[in-house]
Nanobody, 119 residues
Framework: VQLQASGGGLVQPGGSLRLSCAAS????????MGWYRQAPGKQRELVAT???????NYADSVKGRFTISRDNAKNTVYLQMNSLKPEDAAVYYC??????????????WGQGTQVTVSS
């Protein structure tokens, strides 16, 4: 199973970016997909994720600005980021809780995509 993240880049404060993460490979089903981020010198933190019940969970710092969505047919999760702030700058990682076709349960991480917020 591979997770391919894309959409990062340089944006000015107040700007927007849309991240995408597509899962591929030996996938039977995906329980949960989400986004995390890690800024230099800081621990990786949850940004937004779907819950096992189909709901969503956001970090307090991004509520009202970020929106997570998904396309189940494409095994893809998106993160629409609006009103970006310098403190949102980080490497963003997607994450998927997967049941493989061999019925193994594993958690996978994408390679990360850099988001830089600067004027």
């Amino acid at each position: 199973v591979q997770l391919q993240a894309s959409g990062g880049g340089l944006v000015q404060p107040g700007g927007s970016l849309r991240l995408s993460c597509a899962a591929s490979g030996s996938i039977f089903s995906i329980n949960v997909m989400g986004w995390y981020r890690q800024a230099p010198g800081k621990q990786r933190e949850l940004v937004a994720t779907f819950t096992s019940g189909g709901g969503t969970n956001y970090a307090d710092s991004v509520k009202g600005r970020f929106t997570i969505s998904r396309d189940n047919a494409k095994n893809t999760v998106y993160l629409q980021m609006n009103s970006l702030k310098p403190e949102d700058a980080a490497v963003y990682y997607c994450n998927a809780d997967v049941i493989t076709r061999t019925l193994r349960h594993n958690v996978y991480w994408g390679q990360g995509t850099q988001v830089t917020v600067s004027s």
